[in-house]
C-alpha cells in the first residue's frame, strides 16, 4: 500500500514538473477579424498612403503593448488600433507579423518608425480632418476613425480631443466593431 502512494507521489511531482516547464501564455490576443478591407479604392488615400498608415499603426501597437506589458486596457487598444491598420492595408507585412505574434501570445519586438506617439497622433489627425473635407462615406467614416484614435493616443493635444468630442456629441460613438469584427456578408 504504502508502494502505490510513493508511486502516485512521483507521477503527481512529475506530471506538475512538465507542466510547469511549458511556457504559459502571459495575455490572450483576440485578434481583430479582417478577411478583405471594408474600404474600397473610392477611399480617399492611395494604396501607399494606406500601407504606410497602417505600418505605423502596427509599429505603435508594438510600442504601446510592450510599454504596458499587454494590460487588459493596452490588448483592447491595440486590438482597434491593429484592426484599422489591417482594414486599410490587409496585406500589410507589419500589421501582419505583429497580429501573428499576438495571436501566438509572444509580444512583438519594438521597432522605430520615426514618429513618437504624440507626432502620430497629429498625423492622424491632420489625415482625418482632410478626408473629413474630401467628403464620401468611406471618407468620413476613415475620418472618425482617425481623430478618435488620435485623440487616445495624444490626450495633451486639445485639437484632436475636441475634434474628437465634438464628433462624438454630433454623431454619437465610434462603432468600432465594424472594423474589429465586421459582420460577415453572405452571398
Given at each position: 500500500m504504502m508502494r502505490f502512494w510513493q508511486v502516485a507521489a512521483i507521477l503527481c511531482a512529475t506530471a506538475s514538473f512538465l507542466g510547469a516547464e511549458e511556457p504559459?501564455?502571459?495575455?490572450?490576443?483576440?485578434?481583430?477579424?479582417?478577411?478583405a478591407s471594408v474600404f474600397?479604392?473610392?477611399l480617399g488615400m492611395l494604396d501607399s498612403e494606406r500601407d504606410e498608415y497602417a505600418t505605423n499603426l502596427a509599429t505603435q501597437v508594438s510600442r504601446q503593448l510592450t510599454a504596458a506589458k499587454a494590460s487588459p486596457a493596452s490588448l483592447a487598444d491595440s486590438r482597434r488600433m491593429l484592426a484599422l491598420a489591417l482594414q486599410l492595408s490587409p496585406r500589410n507585412k507589419r500589421a501582419v507579423v505583429v497580429n501573428f505574434q499576438l495571436t501566438m501570445g509572444i509580444l512583438?519586438?519594438?521597432t522605430d518608425s520615426g514618429y513618437s506617439q504624440p507626432v502620430l497622433a497629429r498625423l492622424i489627425l491632420?489625415?482625418?480632418?482632410?478626408?473629413?473635407?474630401?467628403?464620401?462615406?468611406?471618407?468620413?467614416?476613415?475620418?472618425r476613425f482617425f481623430i478618435q484614435l488620435a485623440a487616445e493616443m495624444d490626450p495633451k493635444?486639445?485639437?484632436a480631443v475636441y475634434a474628437s468630442e465634438v464628433q462624438?456629441?454630433?454623431h454619437g460613438a465610434v462603432d468600432w466593431t465594424s472594423i474589429t469584427d465586421p459582420a460577415e456578408q453572405k452571398p
Open positions: 504559459g501564455r502571459a495575455f490572450v490576443w483576440d485578434a481583430p477579424k479582417v478577411v474600397t479604392a473610392d512583438p519586438g519594438v491632420i489625415r482625418g480632418q482632410l478626408l473629413l473635407k474630401q467628403g464620401g462615406e468611406e471618407n468620413l467614416r476613415l475620418a493635444n486639445e485639437d462624438r456629441l454630433d
